[in-house]
């Protein structure tokens, strides 16, 4: 079994910023990791962004925040 990651998703997951609440603005990746697993706790919200929610904490469980940061550097948003 071949894992091909979709592009675009990873584009828009590296350059999301969370919408609401005291870490608005903020990229996701730059969420507290503590933050991360108490919405994995209490349930990620529906939507695009729960699924980035839960992403973003497997991405910084496994140490790949390197990667996103990559991305953000190379493909900025204008």
């Given at each position: 079994?071949?894992?091909?990651?979709?592009?675009?998703?990873?584009?828009?997951?590296?350059?999301?910023?969370?919408?609401?609440g005291k870490y608005k603005e903020r990229y996701l990746i730059d969420?507290?990791?503590?933050?991360?697993?108490?919405?994995?706790?209490?349930?990620?919200?529906?939507?695009?962004?729960g699924e980035y929610l839960s992403t973003t904490l497997d991405i910084?469980?496994?140490?790949?925040?390197?990667?996103?940061?990559?991305?953000?550097?190379?493909?900025?948003?204008?």
């Open positions: 079994m071949e894992i091909s990651p979709d592009k675009q998703k990873l584009l828009e997951l590296a350059h999301y910023k969370m919408p609401f969420l507290p990791l503590a933050y991360l697993v108490w919405f994995r706790q209490k349930g990620f919200p529906k939507g695009k962004l910084r469980e496994n140490g790949l925040e390197p990667i996103i940061r990559k991305i953000q550097k190379e493909f900025p948003v204008d």
